[in-house]
């Protein structure tokens, strides 16, 4: 789940920063990650029983369709709306993760380890 949250980051870092001309592949590229990071999630949440799965399944299908609609307004010329969807991914995502993804990795560890959280410590080595 980090390595894909890294990517999204990278995916969101590329829409703002890549030239005019190369925002079409960058929005492509992005609405692929979404589709599989989010694919991802709401499978672990449906197989697992996550209670809160409907609200963050209800998430992730609001932000492709934003993908999707402004997939349609790059097409008719607008480059404005995709460094708006950008930013606005970067203020959402922080709050996603922390809250509604944790809560999902927390469950996931849980159900894994029946219940018994994982804890390391340091061996402590007596001279
Ligand atoms: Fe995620
Ligand atoms: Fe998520």
Known sequence: MDETHREFVDLVNALLTVDDGGL?????????????HFA???EWMEKNDFPPRDCHIDEHN?????????????????VAI???????????FPAHADYLDSALATWLVKRVHAGAPLVMRRKVVKA
């Not at 079409?24 to 599989?36: I, K, S």
């Not at 934003?66 to 349609?72: L, P, T």
């Open 24 to 36: 079409g592949d960058a929005l492509v590229a992005f609405a692929a990650h979404a589709e599989a």
């Open 40 to 42: 991802q999630e709401n």
């Open 62 to 78: 609001k932000v492709l369709a934003s993908v999707y609609e402004v997939q349609r307004h790059l097409a008719e010329g607008d």
């Open 82 to 92: 995709v460094r708006e969807l950008a930013v606005a991914l970067m203020e959402w």
